[in-house]
């Protein structure tokens, strides 16, 4: 597991992003036990303290569930797991919105783009995105 923190947000935010990401890609998958918060704080070397608060606002937030002594999991509630997922997306798009309208792009013109982009992608990869 390896994090790369940046100075701006706080780390146990980053954490929580982390543990989004790998739930979102399929890296962690719904109902797996994920490591305790002190080996947690020790695989990424943060204040034990800061890991048991990223597990707090997950476990508030229905990403994962902790049952008395048995190791934490990804939930396994397919409407948590499908929000994660949209909210990363909006995140990105939301950004992305934000940077091209800066530069005042028309959106005809950013859905060509995008379009192109995308397709471009896709042969690179062989992948299947319509």
Same mark, same amino acid.
């Given at each position: ?14 954490? +929580? ?28 070397? +943060? ?16 990403? +994962? ?66």
């Amino acid at each position: 597991m390896n994090v790369n923190f940046n100075k701006r947000d706080p780390v146990y935010v980053q954490v +929580i992003r982390h543990f989004k990401e790998q739930i979102a890609t399929g890296v962690f998958e719904p109902g797996q036990e994920i490591p305790s918060r002190r080996e947690l704080a020790n695989r990424l070397k +943060i204040n034990p303290n800061t890991a048991q608060r990223a597990y707090k606002e997950m476990e508030e937030a229905g990403l +994962i569930t902790t049952e008395r002594n048995l190791p934490s999991k990804i939930t396994r509630d397919e409407h948590v797991l499908k929000s994660v997922r949209k909210e990363l997306i909006m995140e990105a798009v939301d950004d992305f919105v934000r940077s091209v309208q800066s530069i005042n792009v028309p959106v005809d013109e950013v859905l060509e783009l995008v379009q192109e982009k995308y397709k471009d992608k896709r042969d690179d990869k062989g992948a299947k995105y319509d």
